[in-house]
């Protein structure tokens, strides 16, 4: 039982890049999130999915997209990176959203140049 | 929508002093969940409150829900360096899919 796993760990990317970060979980939860987590500071909810087909916006989703096209994967597409967007990126799942504990990923770190 | 606040944002304590984080929510919570960031990790969940006015113990580690459902804090008796990190709480609607951080407090320890 792998629980949440998240690739790349680490990515530099020059401005205007795009990416995808991917997320998968083996627990079969069917609630799924992606917060960034910018130096020294807090967790903000970029998008989130309560099931495969459905996804909806967090606090911070501009210059990202989602999908969520299976239980087991949620991957995080950036278009046209930023320097803003320089973060690190946590993937998470729980079994009922906000009622049970969130299990997170180890984070991706990324640096946009 | 749902708002978090935390405090403080950072404490610094000598080990063996005593440490709390406060957690309030600009709503009524039907839960609220306490995790450990340590430095470079990812958060850990270290436990959930669901009725008002509970109160969980972990080893050194005292949680209290309000008992108007709307504030929660963390007590650390007697801080060992294993205690540093950062200590979130989030916040459980009744109808939230979503779960929404607090700003977090950092924990620094003098040896």
């Known amino acids: 039982n792998a629980g949440v796993t998240q690739t790349p760990k680490f990515r530099i990317l020059k401005i205007g890049q795009s990416m995808t970060l991917q997320c998968t979980q083996d627990m079969n939860h069917n609630y799924m999130y992606w917060y960034r987590q910018d130096p020294g500071m807090g967790l903000k909810l970029i998008y989130y999915?309560?099931?495969?087909?459905?996804?909806d916006k967090g606090e911070v989703p501009n210059g990202y997209n989602v999908s969520r096209s299976t239980t087991e994967d949620f991957p995080l597409r950036l278009e046209l990176a930023a320097p803003s967007q320089t973060s690190v990126y946590f993937c998470?799942?729980?079994?009922?959203?906000?009622?049970?504990?969130?299990?997170f990923g180890q984070g991706t770190r990324l640096t946009v140049v | 929508g749902q708002q978090v606040m935390q405090i403080p944002q950072y404490q610094h304590v000598q080990e063996g002093e005593d440490f709390t984080t406060y957690c309030n929510s600009s709503?009524?919570?039907?839960?609220i969940q306490w995790y450990k960031q340590r430095p470079g990790g990812h958060p850990v969940f270290l436990i959930q409150?669901?009725?008002?006015?509970e109160v969980k113990k972990q080893k050194r580690l005292t949680f209290q829900f309000g008992e108007a459902k709307k504030n929660s804090s963390l007590h650390i008796t007697a801080t060992q360096t294993t205690d540093v990190g950062t200590y979130f709480c989030a916040g459980g609607s009744s109808s939230a899919s979503k779960i929404i951080f607090g700003s977090g407090t950092r924990l620094s320890i003098r040896p």
């Open positions: 998470a799942s729980s079994l009922r959203g906000g009622s049970t504990e969130a299990f």
């Open positions: 409150l669901v009725k008002s006015g």
């Open positions: 999915s309560v099931g495969a087909g459905i996804t």
């Open positions: 709503t009524t919570l039907s839960n």
